[in-house]
Nanobody, 115 residues
Framework: QVQLVESGGGLVQPGGSLRLSCAAS????????MGWYRQGPGKERELVAQ???????RYADSVKGRFTISRDNDKNTVYLQMNSLKLEDTAVYYC?????????WGQGTQVTISS
């Protein structure tokens, strides 16, 4: 049974930082691409960042230069370092594992940016 468990969300002021983690189990982690998505209030879920199985990252334009995605295959964990947070980054952040036609989602972690 595949499980993705996100952690690290919370309340932070604009300009602050957070690091999200997603711990995966029940899959061959190193063979999966991993992604972070978010869904803000009244918005559709959108891609934030992805990292391929070989470690190549890709970012949404809205987070380039502020967010960094990384993975630790020994710990079966993917991270999202978020710096210079803005009000519009407020959302539930979801972790996704994907390979070919397979896709698994975590339950999400709330990130709230507020002064």
């Amino acid at each position: 049974q595949v499980q993705l468990v996100e952690s690290g969300g919370g309340l932070v002021q604009p300009g602050g930082s957070l690091r999200l983690s997603c711990a995966a189990s029940g899959l061959i982690f190193s063979s999966f691409g991993m992604g972070w998505y978010r869904q803000g209030p009244g918005k559709e879920r959108e891609l934030v960042a992805q990292i391929s199985s070989d470690g190549t990252p890709r970012y949404a334009d809205s987070v380039k230069g502020r967010f960094t995605i990384s993975r630790d295959n020994d710990k079966n964990t993917v991270y999202l370092q978020m710096n210079s947070l803005k009000l519009e980054d407020t959302a539930v952040y979801y972790c996704k594992a994907h390979r070919a036609w397979l896709a698994y989602w975590g339950q999400g972690t709330q990130v709230t940016i507020s002064s």
